[in-house]
């Protein structure tokens, strides 16, 4: 992404497809039949039943393709949502709150989430993700990557939780076998032809085997049901109805706000920070552009509408949205069919889905690993900077061990923190005597919270003239640090019986130290010919 050289790097695992309804339809298809396990799965974390997750899974990637910023982006229940509020549905349960209150919490907590969203959708405030530093997003690639790569190793094992076993050898070796059919499909399929997507030819030929090894007594690779069986002995299928309309069974009080409160709002955060990461990811590689503000407000929509209609909720998806690109799914068609073809599957279609492999999805999965790492990052680690280089493995270490929105965070402030260093040691100044004899300091660079120590050790107002001025043709000062510092200096000098006097001060500047009448009182001159150094004064 560095260069033309490292995009080719980057992407040419990439099947580059021309948009058309015939790809969107297809990507997805195959998007709906990965979205299953990871609904599943997700539904376990926040301790819900299956069928939230589905809903929810069905909800966010209709109305975020129909309304949201981003099309070809897919969006549907995630873990980062479902970690939020897993410890809300842990407490309630702890209280001894029965099962369907405790959901109706859970509901609550969403509409409340997606009110936020849409708020900071309205405001306008997604244009912020561009404050998002180039080394910050090559190291939320790399640990999504390998998030990604690590939750699919959950698919290796029975059971759940502390009860989880690893496969047996010879299950284990069949599962291994299909992963790198349904890879091999992936990757050598579109050299032969881009007629259809790849990975739902290597996801549907992978099941035919299946189907083959079962008929000739050979029942060792284990399918959706199984895992969702696995999770939940109890399910015997995935098949559900319509969602339909109802209140969150919630007592509307300040005691309930306080309680789901925290949650909602930490849910919303997580959300459009990963939202408008994967937005990003995904204009990078299309080389299109989304739209932040009406992403934001697309996702707090489909969130609102899945508080009253059972779904718990999500964001964008990274890896079902690197599946849709890769199947050559570009506009809002491919999230709305992926949607419909999910609910087609809880309604009619469960028994199909049901045999599908979960090697197959693995791999294609695996494949969006592949596909998602940023592999030139190993190239230029050695050429950036070093901060640049230390941020992006601090990003993607800590995507990894915690979670994104604290990854982005904290590689947003370590990069501030690295640019404010940088130009706080760079502020310098050219000396010279006006014609009256007063002494001028170019100043060169900002003057702000970083440089304002380099910019006091500048002056020596013992060996000064009487009159000194500061020319900030080639400088500006930006905060209150700034002001800080000028003050310091003002009265450093006048413990001397001398006079500081500013020169050049931009449009900007000036309105800056108006406002701060009341803090410093300082010489504005227009040029090195003053006469009375009162009458320039602010006031």
């Not at 033309?4 to 695992?13: P, R, V």
């Not at 997606?114 to 910050?136: S, T």
Request: hydrophobic content about 50%; glycine content about 8%.
């Amino acid at each position: 992404m560095t260069s033309k050289a490292a995009k080719s790097t980057k992407f040419q695992l990439k099947i580059q497809r021309p948009r058309s309804v015939k790809n969107d339809i297809l990507s997805g298809l195959t998007v709906a039949l990965a979205l299953v396990p990871e609904a599943v799965a997700f539904s376990f974390v926040a301790k819900v039943d299956p069928v939230v997750g589905l809903y929810a899974a069905f909800m966010m990637g209709l109305i975020t393709a129909i309304f949201g910023g981003r099309p070809g982006m897919i969006s549907g229940a995630t873990g980062a949502v479902a970690v939020i509020f897993a410890p809300l549905m842990i407490g309630l349960y702890g209280d001894g709150v029965d099962t369907q209150t405790a959901t109706g919490y859970l509901f609550a907590a969403v509409i409340m989430m997606g009110i936020f969203q849409m708020v900071f959708g309205v405001l306008r405030l997604g244009k912020f993700i561009r404050l998002v530093p180039h080394p910050v997003m090559l190291g939320f690639v790399n640990g999504l990557a390998i998030i990604i790569f690590k939750s699919q190793f959950e698919m290796f094992y029975v059971g759940h939780g502390e009860h989880a076993q690893l496969l047996g050898h010879v299950p284990l070796l069949i599962m291994c076998a299909m992963i790198a059919m349904t890879m091999a499909i992936s990757f050598f399929l579109p050299k032969l032809t881009k007629a259809v997507p790849a990975t739902l030819v290597a996801i549907v030929t992978v099941t035919v085997l299946s189907l083959l090894l079962k008929k000739f007594g050979i029942h060792e690779s284990r399918n959706v049901l199984d895992f969702v069986q696995s999770m939940d002995p109890t399910k015997e299928t995935i098949a559900a109805g319509l969602p339909t309309f109802g209140y969150p069974q919630v007592a509307f009080n300040w005691a309930n706000i306080r309680l789901i409160l925290p949650y909602s709002a930490l849910a919303a955060a997580v959300g459009l920070i990963e939202s408008l990461m994967t937005l990003t990811l995904v204009d990078e590689i299309t080389e299109t552009r989304g739209r932040g503000n009406l992403e934001c407000i697309g996702q707090g929509l489909a969130n609102v509408i899945n508080g009253f209609f059972g779904g718990m909720g999500g964001c964008a998806m990274i890896g079902q949205s690197m599946i849709n690109i890769r199947g050559g799914g570009r506009g809002r068609l491919s999230g709305i069919s992926a949607a419909l073809f999910l609910l087609a599957m809880l309604l009619f279609a469960a028994p199909l889905v049901e045999i599908v492999p979960l090697a197959a999805l693995v791999g294609v999965m695996f494949m969006v690993v592949i596909g998602t790492f940023e592999w030139s990052s190993f190239r230029v680690l050695g050429s950036v900077p070093k901060m640049d280089a230390f941020i992006i493995i601090l990003v993607s270490v800590i995507t990894v061990m915690h979670d994104l929105a604290i990854a982005v965070l904290v590689g947003i402030i370590v990069s501030a923190m690295a640019f404010a260093w940088e130009h706080g040691k760079k502020i310098h100044a050219k000396v010279s005597t006006a014609p009256n004899g007063a002494k001028i300091y170019h100043l060169e660079s900002a003057l702000f919270f970083g440089s304002a120590q380099s910019f006091k050790d500048l002056f020596d107002p013992t060996n000064d003239p009487q009159d000194v001025v500061i020319d900030f043709e080639d400088a500006r000062v930006y905060d209150h640090s700034g002001i800080e510092a000028i003050n310091n200096i003002t009265e450093r000098y006048a413990e001397q019986g001398k006079l500081l006097h500013l020169l050049n001060l931009s449009p900007e500047c000036k309105d800056l130290l108006h406002k701060a009448d009341n803090i410093v009182e300082l010489s504005v001159i227009e040029d090195l010919n003053w006469q009375h150094v009162a009458d320039d004064r602010l006031a």
